[in-house]
């Protein structure tokens, strides 16, 4: 899927197909706004978040589905409920573009693991 090493959350999502893609930016962009402060970085060559210089969030594209890594199980576990209907793992969602995840949950699952982290 990479040609390259993405260097930057750009680079990562200009490699998409368009309905990966714009489901990718729909959730950076909540998380940009559920963590204004958190630093876009790219860890294990997907596109993460930092706070405060700890692992916070993460998005990923696998070829038939989209993840985002809250990057703890104690987190998945706490939301098991309101994930009905979406296939997770310890520290992963999986979803796709026909059913996104819905912005106010990814919103608390950002707010849970700021919490989490202070």
């Given at each position: 899927m990479m040609s390259d090493k993405p260097m930057t959350h750009d680079d990562y999502l200009d490699e998409l197909p368009d309905d990966q893609?714009?489901?990718?930016?729909?959730?950076?962009?909540?998380?940009?706004?559920a963590a204004p402060e958190a630093v876009e970085t790219i860890s294990y060559g997907i596109p993460a978040?930092?706070?405060?210089?700890?692992k916070l969030v993460a998005y990923g594209a696998a070829a038939k589905?989209?993840?985002?890594?809250?990057?703890?199980?104690?987190?998945?576990?706490?939301?098991?409920?309101?994930?009905?209907?979406?296939?997770?793992?310890?520290?992963?969602?999986?979803?796709?573009?026909?059913?996104?995840l819905p912005a106010d949950l990814v919103q608390r699952l950002v707010a849970a693991r700021i919490a989490d982290l202070e």
């Open positions: 893609r714009e489901a990718l930016e729909d959730v950076r962009h909540v998380i940009r706004q978040f930092s706070w405060k210089g700890k589905h989209l993840s985002f890594y809250p990057m703890s199980g104690e987190t998945v576990e706490a939301f098991q409920d309101e994930l009905e209907g979406f296939a997770t793992s310890k520290g992963t969602i999986r979803f796709t573009p026909e059913n996104p």
